[in-house]
């Protein structure tokens, strides 16, 4: 029975076993309908979601992930199927491979589907966030736009400094606004990735703060930059008026009266902005100042001997118009804008217009009748012969062969004496046909033949033709009625490039300061200068209006501008800065050496930077330093200085020789003038002779040197056709923006690496010398010998004196600097001095001298002068209270010999820059010398004592620089070295 059971046991076991692990179709067929439901009701919710629109879409997320729940159920169910086939026999397994198949594809598609909502999720979480985001993002653009035009509608004058600080801050409330929104978007779309859209979001955020602090700070600055402002009119106000004053002792009322003219709209701007009290004195004064420019216009207008152009009556006049008007807008060659100002550029021989034309096709000008036009001529082989053809209806009426002076001949004498350089043919071309003929020669090394040929006629209705020794037609002209008055511009010469302001770029210095010797350095100077010591304290050290005095009152000049291997490189240094101050006018270097010292003695940390190359806008150089650059070139390379300086927060790099300067050019100043005055030389010529056309206008002060004479002598010509000055020659104006920030002063676009120096006198090649030498004219061997930097002249006096040690010895006494240089003993056979001034100078990377040797009488006191181009009464001043101040009768008559040589370089200065501007060249003398002297009567006996001088002189020597000759000549080139050659004669006449 035992056996029985036991036996029963081992075959029920198995059989329970299998029981167990047994998994029929009837459960298989339950899960894969537990699958199905679960699918279908993903697909359901799925379904569902998609119906919503995307702002419902954020509240109903829930559905995605439910229906992730069912994907999640109906996986479990697969698992379930593949864990039982799993468990099935390996024979059973071969009959369920099918389902088990099956089951892993509906696992994967799951997993699929459960990625795919996971994505749908995110993509529609991102949606709905950037749904929220760029509405964020557009008001804060909005915001910004308001800011930007409210900031621009924000007119900031001196006298609404109370809406303009309003204003500013609502400018700046507005930009947070916009940053706060612009965080609120990138807050928002943080957790996503989207590169492109967070950078753009960053820029909006840095530009918005950087806008917001910005005109906070200005806000908050503007009172007192207002009031610096006004203070700063009140100093150019001071200024002008002393300058009138010093004028009117010297007699010279003119220039009074032009210092008085720019007085006015300064004082209009104090009356405007100054408190109740100031605001009637300053009305009183600009009553009295009107009052005596006034009295100034109606004197000149009583003295005046010559009428102004005869008017037409209002009926005439309107006819006149009304034919121009209909003329010129009939005439579609002269408005076809692809015939306006093209260039001629063919090979030798050709014709260039100097004075620009109506219109041109080919090599036909159109010009406007009556009124002179120049063109330059030029030929590889010499020219005898002129031929000029006249048409009528396409026909020639008449020709005429014009014979050309040659060197050597008679006709050549007569040309460069009695004609004046200036060879006017008589022919029947004047007479009749009425075309006038101005011929002058120009100096071109680089081909045989160069001429300007000047030509104005009078009637519509003919045509020239121009020819060399009967060539082909170098040009042809026909003629065109001029233009209604109110397109008068239209005649004159066109401006090669526009006046467009300079872009204004991002600048700054990185400068580390690593210890605070290096600290003190930058600080450091090693000489004061109290005058400008006491303009730091009037501008309250205030760094911003320091610059902006440097920027708009000091004037660039560069008399070589010297360009090497494409590079403009500075001119050395002749001026300290008390010097550049006081001439309001300086070199690169000079102007910043003058900002250096301001912001050092103001207290602000300041280096040089120096060797480094600045790019700047082609145009922009060449009204610079008025020099015209090939057309091919874009930008021009400038090794210039510039200076960086720490305002207490950050380093400040300042270009303080980047002036905004605009162009006007005039007619030429020669073609308006009548035959016999049509050049320089011409009317040098009857100036000598005493013509009465000239002298006619000495002036009451009886000024009868060249200069203010032949300015009234050409401002009488222009009067009678009805012109003025400001329509002939060339005026450069330098516009004087107000500065509110850093951010508004020019700087270059670009440069290269650069050095910091703390003083220039570590460098001694940047620095022009003069090598002194006072000898014995018999005995040369006597001699005294001095190098001195001419920086270091500034407003010192340099005394030469002699005294009596018994008959016939006498010392040489000489100063050069504080201390007076041992004295050169002279014997009786000593009888002149000869003074010989070595002039050195680096420019670029070359290095030129010259000399000049000028003599006095032994016993002569005198004064060694030098003048750089400065023409104004403060550095005059300057040297007037000198001689003021010096109690010593010995030292008192050196201080008035300096001031006679101060004020004769003013003077000549004053004329020098008229005359430049007449004939369209900027000019500046790059350095004279030269002794003002009181002279003992030699043909009294020897020199016995200072009560022996009695003949007072000024003898004066001036370096000239002619224009840089260029590779590639053009009529441009050409047109300056006539210009230089004409001006030149006049101010060595003057």
């Known amino acids: 029975m035992k056996w029985r059971r036991f036996l029963l046991l081992l075959f029920l076991i198995p059989n329970l076993i299998n029981a167990s692990s047994s998994y029929y179709l009837t459960e298989y067929n339950k899960d894969v309908e537990k699958i199905s439901a679960e699918w ?553 050496q003058l900002l250096t010292y301001l912001l050092r003695k103001a207290g602000y940390p300041t280096f040089y930077v120096v060797n480094g190359i600045s790019s700047l806008p082609k145009t922009f150089v060449e009204k610079l330093l008025l020099t015209k650059l090939p057309d091919d070139q874009k930008e021009a390379q400038v090794c210039y200085p510039w200076v960086v300086f720490f305002d207490g927060k950050e380093w400040i790099s300042l270009f303080p020789w980047m002036k905004e300067i605009q162009i006007k050019e005039g007619y030429d100043l020669y073609s308006l003038m009548p035959e016999e005055y049509s050049s320089a030389d011409r009317w040098i010529l009857r100036y000598l002779e005493g013509a009465e056309a000239i002298l006619r206008h000495i002036d009451s002060d009886g000024d009868d040197t060249a200069g203010p004479l032949f300015v009234r002598f050409v401002e009488d010509e222009l009067r009678k056709q009805g012109l003025s000055s400001a329509d002939i020659g060339l005026h450069r104006l330098q516009l004087k923006k107000q500065f509110s920030s850093w951010k508004d002063l020019s700087r270059p676009s670009h440069h290269t690496d650069a050095n910091l120096v703390t003083s220039l006198d570590t460098a001694p090649q940047l620095f022009a010398k003069a090598l002194i030498e006072l000898s014995s004219h018999e005995n040369p061997q006597k001699k005294i010998s001095y190098t001195l930097r001419l920086a270091d002249v500034g407003c010192n006096l340099l005394p030469i004196r002699f005294s009596t040690q018994d008959s016939n010895q006498h010392l040489l006494h000489v100063q050069f600097g504080e201390q007076e240089e041992p004295p050169l003993y002279l014997s009786e056979t000593d009888l002149l001095i000869d003074v010989k001034v070595n002039y050195e100078i680096p420019v670029g990377s070359q290095f030129f001298t010259f000399d000049q040797t000028l003599s006095i009488a032994k016993g002569t006191s005198a004064a060694l002068c030098f003048h750089f181009g400065g023409a104004t009464p403060g550095l005059t001043s300057q040297f007037y209270e000198q001689f003021s101040a010096e109690k010593d009768e010995k030292k008192r008559l050196h201080a008035l010999l300096g001031f006679v040589g101060a004020s004769y370089f003013e003077k000549c200065g004053r004329s020098e820059d008229t005359l430049s501007k007449l004939h369209k060249i900027h000019y500046t003398t790059a350095m004279a010398f030269g002794l003002a002297k009181l002279s003992p009567d030699m043909s009294k006996g020897p020199f016995k004592g200072e009560e022996d001088l009695i003949l007072p002189q000024v003898d004066m020597f001036w370096f000239h620089f002619l224009p840089s000759t260029y590779v590639h000549s053009t009529a441009w080139h050409q047109e300056l070295r006539t210009a230089c050659h004409e001006f030149q004669a006049l101010t060595l006449v003057n």
């Not at 479990?76 to 389902?99: A, M, P, R, V």
């Not at 760029?134 to 900031?156: G, I």
């Not at 010093?246 to 405007?272: C, D, H, N, T, V």
């Not at 041109?360 to 053809?389: A, C, G, M």
Request: with cysteine; hydrophobic share 35%.
């Open 40 to 592: 279908k009701r993903h697909e359901e919710l799925v379904q569902q979601f998609d119906r919503f629109k995307l702002e419902e879409k954020e509240q109903n997320i829930g559905l995605l992930r439910e229906s992730i729940a069912c994907c999640d159920r109906a996986i479990k169910h697969c698992d379930h199927i593949l864990k039982k086939i799993g468990e099935k026999s390996h024979d059973d397994k071969k009959q369920w491979k099918n389902k088990k198949k099956l089951a892993e594809q509906d696992k994967n598609n799951l997993n699929t589907a459960i990625s795919n909502l996971q994505g749908l999720i995110n993509n529609t979480l991102k949606e709905i966030v950037f749904s929220k985001a760029v509405p964020l993002y557009q008001e804060s653009e909005r915001q910004a736009n308001l800011a930007l035009f409210k900031n621009k509608d924000c007119t900031r004058r001196l006298n609404n400094v109370e809406e303009v600080v309003s204003s500013l801050n609502e400018v700046s409330k507005l930009y947070e606004e916009a940053l706060l929104l612009a965080r609120n978007a990138l807050n928002l779309i943080s957790p996503y990735s989207d590169e492109e859209s967070k950078n753009i979001l960053r820029k909006a955020i840095d530009y918005y703060e950087t806008a917001a602090n910005k005109h906070k700070k200005e806000a908050t600055d503007w009172p007192a930059s207002v009031a610096t402002q006004k203070n700063t009119l009140k100093i150019q106000v001071a200024s002008l008026k002393e300058d009138s004053k010093l004028f009117i002792a010297k007699g010279l009322k003119r220039s009074s009266y032009e210092a008085q003219k720019q007085m006015i709209p300064l004082l209009e701007q104090l009356i405007e902005t100054g408190s109740i009290d100031e605001v009637e004195a300053f009305k009183e004064e600009l009553a009295q100042l009107k009052n005596s420019i006034l009295s100034f216009e109606t004197e000149v207008d009583n003295i005046r001997l010559t009428e102004a152009a005869p008017s037409f009556s209002p009926e005439g006049f309107k006819n006149r118009e009304e034919m121009r008007r209909e003329l010129f807008f009939k005439s579609n060659f002269l408005l076809n804008s692809e015939l306006f100002l093209q260039n001629l550029l063919q090979p030798r021989p050709y014709a260039l217009p100097l004075d620009g034309h109506a219109a041109k096709k080919e090599s036909n000008f159109t010009l406007y009748t009556d009124q002179f036009y120049r063109f330059l001529v030029q030929s590889d082989n010499l020219v005898s012969h002129l031929l000029i053809k006249v048409y009528s209806q396409g026909q020639v009426i008449h020709e005429e062969s014009i014979a050309i002076p040659k060197q050597g001949s008679l006709s050549w004498d007569r040309f460069l004496t009695k004609d004046g350089m200036v060879f006017i043919p008589e022919t029947k071309l004047k007479s009749d046909f009425g075309l006038d003929l101005r011929l002058n020669f120009a100096c071109d090394p680089k081909c045989m033949f160069s001429m300007v040929i000047a030509q104005k006629a009078s009637h519509c209705h003919y045509q020239f033709s121009v020819f060399l020794d009967g060539g082909q037609p170098l040009y042809t002209f026909d003629l065109s009625t001029p233009p209604p008055w109110q397109l008068d511009i239209l005649r004159k010469p066109a401006l090669l490039t526009a006046n467009r302001p300079t872009p204004k770029t991002t600048f700054s210095g990185n400068v580390s300061l690593t210890s605070e010797n290096e600290r003190q350095l930058a600080l450091s100077e090693p000489v004061s200068y109290p005058i400008l010591d006491q303009f730091i304290e009037e501008l309250k050290k205030n760094p911003l209006a320091l610059a902006s005095h440097v920027y708009h009152e000091i004037a660039l000049v560069d008399p070589f501008v010297c360009q090497e291997n494409g590079v403009f490189y500075p001119p050395s240094i002749h001026r300290n800065a008390l010097r550049t101050y006081l001439e309001k006018k300086g070199s690169v270097w000079e102007q910043c």
